[in-house]
């Protein structure tokens, strides 16, 4: 069974600062990492797929990278409304099955 | 535009069903699968199952195989969770979310649909 752990559970960063979220998955996985961001009373909204691909609309401070099975979001600058949460999700079987990370809350400091 | 409609917010007694309709409109609804994924107070996203918008070939997570049934109508575009025997645990907001085969993920998501489970 495929787990995926994030890191760090909360992170207070400041408006202007780089994040770096991090997504470790148990066991060797497929490049068809995906990000998502979730703000309060909203659906999450897909932001990253395929490890390092921006979604429709998303900005060019948000990239993703991967390293083994360590996976990484960085926003390169912080801007109000990235304050929220971030899971990572990976499809781990066939027929689709899927999980996602535990989450990480980015909150402002 | 990629619109996923869900139904409204319900109530219901331990023991009893509870179905959500998902209304998929602005694309071809047989060339994408549906999932469906649960979110209880204050806790992270949990993976509940996905149905082939095609063929209707279904998939369940292990902890709700027995309780969950995933079903399409092609014809109109709709997707339908239905889970049985609720508990107080099922409590949560409900979400079907478009996937997309080639890349897999979920590029598009309902609203959401807040289930209670209460007596």
């Known amino acids: 069974e495929v787990v995926l752990i994030q890191s760090p559970a909360t992170l207070s960063l400041s408006p202007g600062e780089r994040a770096t979220l991090s997504c470790r998955a148990s066991?060797?996985?497929?490049?068809?990492l995906a990000w998502y961001q979730q703000k309060p009373g909203q659906a999450p909204r897909l932001l990253i797929y395929d490890v390092s691909h921006r979604a429709t609309g998303i900005p060019a401070r948000f990239s993703g990278s991967r390293s083994g099975t360590d996976f990484s979001l960085t926003i390169s600058s912080l801007e109000p409304e990235d304050f929220a949460v971030y899971y990572c999700?990976?499809?781990?079987?066939?027929?689709?099955?899927?999980?996602f990370g535990q989450g990480t809350k980015l909150e402002i400091k | 535009q990629v619109q996923l409609r869900q139904s409204g917010p319900d109530l219901k007694k331990p023991g009893a069903s509870v179905k959500v309709s998902c209304q998929a409109s602005?694309?071809?609804?047989?060339?994408?699968?549906i999932n469906w994924v649960r979110q209880a107070p204050g806790q992270g996203l949990e993976w509940m199952g996905w149905?082939?918008?095609?063929?209707?070939?279904?998939n369940y997570a292990q902890s709700l195989r027995g309780r969950l049934t995933l079903t399409t109508d092609a014809s109109t575009g709709m997707a339908y969770m239905e889970l049985r025997s609720l508990r107080f645990d099922d409590t949560a907001i409900y979400y079907c979310?478009?996937?997309?085969?080639?890349?897999?993920?979920?590029?598009?998501w309902g609203q959401g649909t807040l289930v209670t489970v209460s007596s």
């Open positions: 066991q060797e996985v497929s490049s068809y």
């Open positions: 979310a478009r996937e997309v085969p080639a890349t897999q993920n979920f590029d598009h």
């Open positions: 999700q990976q499809r781990v079987d066939w027929p689709p099955e899927y999980t």
């Open positions: 602005g694309y071809t609804f047989t060339s994408y699968g």
């Open positions: 149905i082939n918008g095609y063929n209707g070939d279904t």
